[in-house]
């Protein structure tokens, strides 16, 4: 819709809240049924922020505000489209997704993840993308197996 039909003050009011798409991953969109939820959770906090913006008077404020939530749906509805959840791996023989990996690495440090899908993925409270490098090199391996390779050499210690 062209600027000249809206009620914005400057061409560049309504250019600010045009934002770009969030980037979809070239990866399968595989989730755990804790990451489905936190999908289903994330698309009705992203609708119920772009329904509080509509509660605002000022055309400008109410385009602003929408913005992000607007763009957010978007992301959310097409990651809930294409989500496919995988269950729990059944056994603990080997690295899957889902499985909790703990690894020793070359300077004595112990880590601990839980490979899951990409959005659902913190490193800092302990998961990981199944998409990782670092996931992808764990994925199959068993306790006792070296992945890596020079400093970056890890050994899995034990996978539940």
């Given at each position: 819709?062209?600027?000249?039909?809206?009620?914005?003050?400057?061409?560049?009011?309504?250019?600010?809240?045009?934002?770009?798409?969030?980037?979809?991953?070239?990866?399968?969109?595989?989730?755990?049924?804790?990451?489905?939820?936190?999908?289903?959770?994330?698309?009705?906090?992203?609708?119920?922020?772009?329904?509080?913006?509509?509660?605002?008077?000022?055309?400008?404020?109410?385009?602003?505000?929408?913005?992000?939530?607007?763009?957010?749906?978007?992301?959310?509805?097409?990651?809930?489209?294409t989500a496919q959840v995988l269950p729990n791996?059944?056994?603990?023989?080997?690295?899957?997704?889902?499985?909790?990996?703990?690894?020793?690495?070359?300077d004595g440090r112990v880590q601990k993840f839980?490979?899951?899908?990409?959005?659902?993925?913190?490193?800092?409270a302990g998961s990981i993308s199944f998409a990782?490098?670092?996931?992808?090199?764990?994925?199959?391996?068993?306790?006792?197996?070296?992945?890596?390779?020079?400093?970056?050499?890890?050994?899995?210690?034990?996978?539940?």
């Open positions: 819709m062209s600027v000249a039909f809206t009620k914005e003050e400057s061409a560049e009011t309504a250019s600010e809240t045009l934002l770009p798409d969030r980037p979809i991953s070239p990866h399968p969109n595989l989730v755990t049924e804790t990451g489905l939820k936190a999908l289903e959770r994330q698309l009705h906090e992203a609708r119920a922020a772009y329904e509080a913006a509509q509660k605002t008077d000022d055309v400008n404020e109410k385009r602003r505000l929408s913005a992000i939530p607007i763009r957010d749906t978007r992301y959310f509805s097409e990651r809930l489209r791996p059944t056994s603990a023989d080997v690295v899957a997704f889902g499985s909790t990996v703990t690894f020793n690495r070359l839980r490979i899951v899908g990409e959005d659902e993925a913190d490193p800092k990782s490098p670092v996931a992808k090199l764990l994925m199959g391996k068993a306790v006792g197996d070296t992945v890596g390779s020079g400093t970056n050499e890890i050994e899995i210690i034990a996978i539940s």
